[in-house]
């Protein structure tokens, strides 16, 4: 389980600093009687998915209160065609208004990432475009490594929402907040894949997200590399690299009072959304199978069958 080294004040007095989440929630008849909001600044939940039959019921429970999409997921939720995508992206705007609805450009260049964006933005006010961080030169050689933090800045100056994905360090996560995104979404589950598969088993756990040349491990001559800080990459046991990752950046984050919201993404099990929190999530995104099992546990079970039982003396 993760565990934070130290207490860290300055997560909450940035979290004072921020919207309540809850504002909204409550009632006249509530406040009629006096009743505040227990959770006005708890975190949020998103759901990972595109699929609305998935997604209702737990928006009208109260579990959820946004959600994050991306072109697979809209393919499982029947989109064939990017109007048929389009179509399906403006429904969830309107079923979740006002809550955010994250919408994946699949543009790359910058231009046609501005321009993509501007038309994503158009289908809800409560429409956020994901623009990822980095990757460019994977994808072209040629690219400019800056393309995503570039096209952050112009949708800022806009007015158009961004959350900054493929985070997987605090640098990253760091430039996104100065370039003007509102959130940014590291990814837990690939860095403990990653580091599962590339790790040399004779070194710390999480090496292979810490190479440097004068640990013999050099990517280049003369080229230092270091994917992560030590705390993250080899601070623990590999699975809690992610979430060590959140506290890292909620911690730089709440240094500098910065607001630009943490949405961990990538999430593998139910756990993990616990240990998001305990590290300073703002938001936790899971995909909706996860979700619909929120409120599970085998105790919660026997319990309620044991007071169901014993409640039958009443007529009940």
């Known amino acids: 389980m993760f565990t934070p080294p130290v207490g860290n004040a300055a997560l909450f007095h940035r979290r004072a600093l921020m919207a309540p989440t809850n504002a909204h929630l409550g009632g006249p008849a509530a406040a009629a009687r006096g009743l505040e909001h227990p959770a006005m600044r708890a975190p949020r939940l998103f759901a990972d998915s595109a699929t609305r039959a998935d997604v209702e019921p737990l928006l009208r429970a109260g579990i959820i209160n946004g959600i994050t999409t991306n072109p697979t997921l809209l393919r499982k939720a029947g989109a064939d065609s990017w109007d048929g995508a389009k179509r399906i992206m403006a429904d969830l705007c309107a079923l979740f208004r006002p809550h955010p609805v994250s919408l994946e450009l699949t543009a790359l260049g910058e231009e046609a990432m501005v321009a993509q964006a501007t038309e994503l933005a158009a289908l809800g006010d409560n429409a956020v475009i994901k623009v990822p961080v980095g990757g460019y030169r994977a994808v072209d050689p040629k690219a400019d490594p800056h393309t995503g933090l570039k096209v952050i800045r112009r949708l800022f100056e806009r007015g158009v929402r961004v959350n900054t994905t493929l985070v997987f360090n605090t640098a990253q996560a760091l430039w996104a907040a100065n370039a003007g995104a ?5 990814f837990l589950g690939r860095l403990s894949d990653y580091a599962h598969a590339h790790d040399d088993r ?25 994917f ?11 699975r809690d690299i992610g979430a060590r990752l959140v506290f890292e ?16 993404a990538s999430i593998r099990n139910a756990t993990q959304m616990t240990e998001c929190f305990v ?10 199978p996860i979700l619909a099992r929120v409120a599970d546990h085998p105790l919660s079970d026997e319990g309620l069958l044991t007071f169901a039982k014993d409640a039958k003396v009443f007529g009940a």
């Open 182 to 186: 509102v959130y940014v979404s590291p």
């Open 202 to 226: 004779a070194r710390p756990p999480g090496n292979s997200l810490a190479w440097s040349r004068e640990e013999g491990q050099g990517q280049g001559e003369g080229e230092d590399v270091a």
């Open 228 to 238: 992560e800080t030590p705390y993250v990459a080899s601070g623990g046991p590999v």
């Open 249 to 264: 950046i909620a911690t730089v984050f709440a240094n500098y009072r910065i607001t630009t919201e943490i949405l961990a």
């Open 279 to 288: 590290a300073g999530a703002d938001i936790v995104t899971v995909p909706a």
